[in-house]
């Protein structure tokens, strides 16, 4: 079956970096859009950045100039290279695959998530 994992989160200092990765698995066609969210205690998920499998790119306002997201297609892996990490940004990070066309007896699309990784930024 198909399957999101991610990698890299930790505990870093404020204006510290951390990069995060997240690979799909499985009987893997295509994937559209990939990106990152985040849920911090008490709050809503909320999108970090996303991008399409041609490589456009979509940044919320509050990581704008700080992260950076990329993909590698050939690998269905996606990266957040986050720099100049604020206390607001500790959360656990979750990796989504939209529109994953998958094998399995027959052809599917859905979107899938990742299980989340926690990245904690100390003041």
């Known amino acids: 079956q198909v399957q999101l994992v991610e990698s890299g989160g930790g505990t870093v200092q404020a204006g510290g970096s951390l990069r995060l990765s997240c690979t799909a698995s499985?009987?893997?066609?295509?994937?559209?859009?990939m990106g990152w969210y985040r849920q911090a205690p008490g709050k809503q998920r909320e999108l970090v950045a996303t991008?399409?499998?041609?490589?456009?790119?979509n940044y919320a306002d509050s990581v704008k100039g700080r992260f950076t997201v990329s993909r590698d297609n050939a690998k269905n892996t996606v990266y957040l290279q986050m720099n100049s990490l604020k206390p607001e940004d500790t959360a656990v990070y979750y990796c989504?695959?939209?529109?994953?066309?998958?094998?399995?007896?027959?052809?599917?699309?859905?979107?899938?998530w990742g299980q989340g990784t926690q990245v904690t930024v100390s003041s």
């Open positions: 989504n695959a939209e529109g994953l066309r998958y094998i399995s007896h027959a052809s599917f699309t859905a979107d899938f």
């Open positions: 499985g009987s893997i066609l295509s994937i559209n859009g």
């Open positions: 991008i399409t499998r041609g490589g456009t790119t």
